[in-house]
């Protein structure tokens, strides 16, 4: 669905229903809505007893947990492509 | 604190108590729970009515698109990086 440039998705997660916007493709919304619902089912998996708000940050947590991981190894890989290939200190 | 090769760390999200257990070094823990933080009260800021539920939710899908938005960048670097500089394609 597309309304003033942005996409609009009808989504379940974990049994709720969103509606979840964006300027990003419908794919990748549909992504990123899997993957909260996916996080929150395995953590449900291993802790039934958690209620449903609980789950849901201890989600936000682990996907941010992700995201910071990866910001590092982009960060060293960008340091990486920056420093000139077998170069050597200038004497 | 340490516990079994593990780092141990108590953190307020939303008023709410957690605590959250990583490999992942104490300074890294914080700034995950912080992230997860900041982002539900922006959120929340903004909309003022939801719930803490649909707070976390919409938290963890907002970190989650960011997570595969920094994924895409991350590969197109690595796809770069392996690029050989200035290669021709061989007639």
């Not at 049994?15 to 300027?23: E, L």
Request: proline residues 4%; charged residues 25%.
């Amino acid at each position: 669905m597309q309304e003033s440039g942005k996409n609009k998705l009808n989504v379940e997660i974990f049994g709720q229903h969103y509606t979840v916007v964006g300027k990003e493709p419908v794919a990748f919304l549909r992504m990123v809505a899997g993957h909260v619902d996916d996080t929150m089912r395995q953590i449900a998996a291993a802790n039934p007893r958690l209620d449903v708000t609980r789950l849901a940050i201890l989600a936000a947590l682990n996907i941010a947990g992700e995201y910071f991981k990866l910001k590092e190894a982009y960060e060293r890989l960008l340091a990486q492509e920056r420093a000139p290939v077998g170069s050597v200190p200038r004497e």
